[in-house]
Nanobody, 124 residues
């Protein structure tokens, strides 16, 4: 089964930037679709974006298209979420998810395989 590990979260001041990483493992497949979600305190999990196994990017939230960028690293099992111009509303737990068939969905209940999440706190 697939395993995912996120990293890169932390405390950042408003207007700052963070780059989150998601490493996928568990099979010989190199090009996984990687989907990012976030969950603000007291709110439901929100889909952010997915990068497909063909590096096609789909954004699920229009409000983050300008500030957030999804990409894949030279290690093709690694996905990145570059977050710029962060504000306190971006605070939350950011998680990546994957599907064995590299499908993308904005619904959290679609996925069985998740990383542990990485905390992002935007505060002065």
């Amino acid at each position: 089964q697939l395993q995912l590990v996120e990293s890169g979260g932390g405390l950042v001041q408003p207007g700052g930037s963070l780059r989150l990483s998601c490493v996928v493992s568990g099979s010989s497949v190199v090009y996984y679709a990687i989907t990012w979600f976030r969950q603000a305190p007291g709110k439901e999990r929100e889909g952010v974006s997915c990068i497909s196994d063909r590096d096609i990017v789909t954004y699920f939230t229009d409000s983050m298209k300008v500030r957030f960028t999804v990409s894949r690293g030279n290690a093709k099992n690694t996905g990145y979420l570059q977050m710029n111009n962060l504000n306190p509303d971006d605070t939350g737990i950011y998680s990546c998810a994957a599907d064995p068939y590299s499908r993308c969905s904005e619904r959290a209940d679609f996925y069985d395989f998740w990383g542990q999440g990485t905390h992002v706190t935007v505060s002065s």
